[in-house]
């Protein structure tokens, strides 16, 4: 849809806004202009031929430029683990201010949180587009290293170019595409019947006027790891702890795609037409708590996504446009219709006349149909000014049906039959300055949201009236600087600064169509980001990299349990916080290499309004860890035994402090430092305690990289882990994994 013919379409009322936002473009301009103006004999000196006697080239790759940026982000280059059976929420996890929680196994359920901020505040991307419309066919709970180049992390504002009314961040996952001709493939095998394969290859002409180009990958696992249950002790009823076996864990992931276009014509830089298809089969032991086992329940999701995209340069390659377009359905599916129930040790019992181990039977099947357009155009004004302009239009509709689900009172008529429909538009305009001899670098930026739903809401038991649909409009500004300074080539400071809002997104409002259920009453997000950070690095690649960061946000929305086995998206009136990272690597000598980072951050609910809820102020934010460290040693070597053969050995340790599953009272936290000791005197199932999870393995290239084999034990110590919402993660296991490329 044409982002024009929607904002004539958008009421009175919202035109005072769009005129606000129109000022704001107009502005950037005018300051273009001027600075132009003033700068015309220099402009006029770039675009003359001059002869040189000397030319000194030094070029930085794309990993290090998107590190440098005045923007502040974290990337994570996945080149380096592509030997090693290393899955990509580990690595992001090593990252500072980065936590990402799962909720059980390969393939389960993933919540990431940048410097506080969590669930759908973060946006992810693929390749600078929303990744929406492919739900979790591509997450990173199960996407492998081998299929991306990099992995980017916007922690705060965010670039014009990406184009999301992300709140506390953005992940952008950035695809394969290193070599012009390569094919690449790697297999892994794992304890608990896990298994991972990828394959990957591009192929250009010797005139790079055409291309062919395919990723996919495959994820099995039983997920059969053992757990700390409750159980119903037989002699006196009560309940206690039991050590079990999971059963009904599975989950097997397909995921391929296929890509071809043309590049370097006079007509397009590059267009390139990519066919995406995945299905995802999920069983499902227990809820989003584990609290009841499930032996029966199931999910499913499967698409075809055909996408189109169109990159060219105009005016002497001052104007480029990049225009991408997608439009699928996702089919969702969820079964949940035994006549009975299971127990945690996988015995099953009979109960006549029930359907469904959950509270809520299902035979779900519902469509999902997405359609993404996005449209970027920058403009380079002249050597030191560019002009940036990003729009992108979403639009879900939702429809489905369920026999054991919700109906209009007195009918037949299943409640998710009804279609619910999802649109939003966010658009940004943004100028990217450079002064003193690139010394300074800056970014202002204008956004603009404005979002439409309607759907009606049913999990709820009451009557239900088709006249109970909810239609909701919202429209939202924002406005974000970003600045850094190189003190030398080596060192930088940078600060940015960002008035945020976010409009909830369509599954925070209808739910997901299996454990969140719609909330149609949710508000904006409105949150001040502030950021401030110090990196220097020597010559031998040693780096120090200090940041702080302050948060303070209105109307959070957090996913929280509600009537088991169910979570809603709700919204948290106030929260504030603040916090501290650090991050260092240092190279003992030419072949050991230690690194280590922590993160300690204080987010804490204030200004409760509620006489109900005055206990909470001053209470940190729950599910939420506070503080996190890392710490790493690679040590690599060649010529171990053939001249070109390569061993790279390393061991990577994390630790996370006990945080709390629901909000507690400030008094009852740990004293001591900033929290950091002791422990909290509440009910020890509130505690997610201190976890301690190492990693240690090696890979051998015996010649060059065509060929390795990489050797893996992850949590060596076999501790019982949780995660998100107290959810115990796997104990020991043992990874090999083989790669083979052609280059």
């Known amino acids: 849809m044409n982002a024009g013919l929607t904002y004539r379409r958008l009421q009175k009322n919202h035109r005072n806004i769009a005129c606000t936002y129109c000022k704001l473009a107009a502005f950037l301009i005018a300051f273009s202009f001027v600075s132009s103006v003033a700068q015309a004999q220099e402009v006029t000196d770039t675009f003359k031929v001059k002869e040189l006697e000397t030319i000194h080239i030094t070029s930085k790759s794309a990993t290090q430029q998107a590190a440098e940026q005045s923007i502040k982000a974290s990337v994570v280059d996945t080149r380096q683990a592509y030997q090693q059976p290393a899955t990509l929420t580990e690595l992001i996890n090593r ?9 059980g196994g390969l393939g389960s359920g993933t919540d990431i949180s940048i410097n506080g901020f969590q669930g759908k505040a973060i946006r992810y991307m693929k390749d600078g587009i929303p990744v929406d419309y492919l739900r979790e066919g591509f997450t990173i709970a199960s996407i492998p290293v081998n299929s991306l180049e990099r992995v980017e992390i916007y922690k705060g504002v965010l670039p014009v170019a990406l184009g999301a009314d992300a709140l506390g961040g953005a992940v952008n996952l950035v695809s394969r595409r290193a070599q012009p001709r390569y094919l690449a493939a790697s297999y892994e095998i794992a304890s608990f019947n896990t298994h991972r394969a990828t394959l990957s290859g591009f192929y250009t002409d010797s005139a790079k006027r055409w291309f062919l180009g395919m990723n ?26 039991d050590r079990v076996r999971l059963f009904h864990n599975r989950f097997t992931n397909v995921y391929g795609e296929m890509n071809a276009g043309f590049t370097n014509r006079r007509w397009a830089d590059e267009l390139a037409f990519t066919v995406s298809v995945f299905d995802l089969k999920r069983q499902q032991n ?23 995209r169109y990159k060219k340069s105009f005016l002497q390659k001052r104007l480029f446009i990049d ?13 949940d219709t035994l006549a009975g129930r299971y127990d945690w040790y996988g015995a099953f019992y009979s109960i006549p006349g029930r359907v469904g181990e959950s509270r809520q039977p299902a035979l779900s099947d519902i469509d999902y149909t997405n359609t993404t357009s996005r449209t970027y155009v920058k403009y380079l004004l002249n050597r030191r000014h560019a002009l940036e302009f990003n729009n992108v239009f979403t639009e879900v509709r939702q429809k489905g049906t369920d026999p054991y689900g919700p109906k209009l009172h007195n009918t ?9 429909i999802y649109k939003k538009i966010a658009a940004g305009i943004g100028l990217v300055s450079h002064f003193w001899d690139d010394k300074l670098e800056t970014a202002i930026m204008g956004k603009f949201y404005h979002y439409r739903s309607s759907g009606t809401e049913a999990w709820q038991a009451r009557p239900i009236l088709k006249t109970d649909a909810v239609t909701q409009t919202g429209n939202n500004q924002g406005a974000a600087i970003a600045a850094k300074y190189n003190f030398t080539t080596q060192s930088f400071l940078r600060l940015s600064a960002e008035l945020a809002n976010r409009l909830p997104d369509q599954e925070e409002l209808f739910g997901d169509g299996i454990w969140t259920v719609p909330n149609f009453n949710l508000s904006p997000e409105r949150s001040l980001n502030i950021n401030l950070g110090y990196r220097v690095v020597n010559t031998r690649k040693d780096a120090l990299e200090i940041n702080g960061f302050y948060r303070r946000t209105k109307d959070l929305i957090l996913l929280v349990p509600v009537q088991p086995p169910y979570a809603q998206y709700h919204n948290i009136q106030n929260v504030k916080g603040f ?31 509620s006489s109900a809820d005055g206990w909470q102020n ?17 040590a690599d070597i060649g010529r171990v035994a053939f001249k070109e053969d390569r061993l790279k050995l390393y061991s990577h340790y994390s630790f996370v402090r006990e945080y709390y599953l629901e909000t507690i009272p400030k008094r009852l936290e740990p004293g ?23 990693t240690a393995g090696f890979n051998y290239a015996p010649s060059g990289n065509r060929f390795s084999v990489g050797v893996e034990v992850k949590n060596i110590l076999n501790q019982d882990l949780y995660d998100n919402y107290r959810v115990q993660k796997a104990g020991r296991s043992f990874h090999c994994k083989i790669n083979y490329t052609i280059q």
């Open 95 to 103: 990252t500072p201010g980065m936590r990402i929680r799962q909720s």
């Open 579 to 609: 916090g501290l990272e650090a991050d260092g690597v240092y190279h003992l000598n030419s072949i050991i290499a230690v690194n280590a980072n922590f993160t300690w951050q204080d987010i804490r609910l204030f200004k409760l309004s």
């Open 286 to 308: 227990h809820p989003a708590l584990m609290t009841d086992p499930y032996g029966a329940v199931t999910g499913r999701q499967s698409s075809v996504a055909p996408t189109l």
């Open 412 to 420: 037949d008529t299943s409640v998710i039959s009804l279609p619910a």
């Open 216 to 241: 996919g990958f495959y994820n099995y696992s039983d997920n059969d790891y053992k757990a700390k249950v409750k159980v119903t002790d037989p002699n006196t009823s009560n309940q206690v702890y």
């Open 323 to 335: 225009q991408f377009l997608a439009h699928n359905t996702v089919r969702v599916q969820r079964t």
């Open 672 to 694: 001591g430092f900033l929290g950091l000791f002791g422990s909290s005197s509440v009910n020890t199932e509130l505690i997610i305690p201190n976890q301690h999870f190492w």
């Open 618 to 634: 001053n209470a940190r934010l729950r599910n939420t860890p506070y503080f996190f460290a890392n710490a790493g040693i690679v």
